[in-house]
Structure formats: structure tokens, C-alpha cells
């Protein structure tokens, strides 16, 4: 798991994210294939070098509900 302290922190838009390497290291073949089937049509933000950046709280949030593959608009926080 990608711990807190390894968030990156996205200064222009003010949020915290992770990458899609981040979850390929931390995370087996599989769940970071899940992880990227859950986040279909989730919103993403850009770094500066035009990098997908993943928000943290959706990274935490599939860690919290089990890594599942799918999810629903009653899981939103």
C-alpha cells in the first residue's frame, strides 16, 4: 500500500495524488489492474509534466473497500 507520506502534493491545484507507477509498485500485477478497472470514469487530475495523477482520497478509499474492481455512486465519500 502506498503509504500517506508518499502522496505527492499537486501545488497548483492543491490536492494530493498518486500515479499509476505508485500503484504498480506497491501493489501486485492484479490489484494494480483491478485498482485501474475500478477507477474507470473516475476523474484524474494532470501533474506539470502532463501525468495522469490519481487523487489520493480515490487510491484510499479502493484500499478502505477492499480493493474491489467496480463501485457504485453509494460509495462516493
Do not use: L
Amino acid at each position: 500500500m502506498i503509504q500517506k507520506n508518499e502522496f505527492i502534493y499537486h501545488e497548483e491545484g492543491e490536492f494530493y495524488y498518486v500515479t499509476s507507477e505508485m500503484v504498480k509498485k506497491a501493489h501486485t500485477e492484479q490489484e494494480a489492474k483491478d485498482f485501474h478497472e475500478w477507477m474507470g470514469g473516475q476523474t484524474c487530475g494532470m501533474t506539470p509534466d502532463g501525468e495522469m495523477a490519481i487523487y489520493s482520497w480515490d487510491y484510499e478509499r479502493w484500499c478502505r473497500q477492499g480493493k474491489r474492481t467496480e463501485q457504485c455512486s453509494y460509495d462516493w465519500d
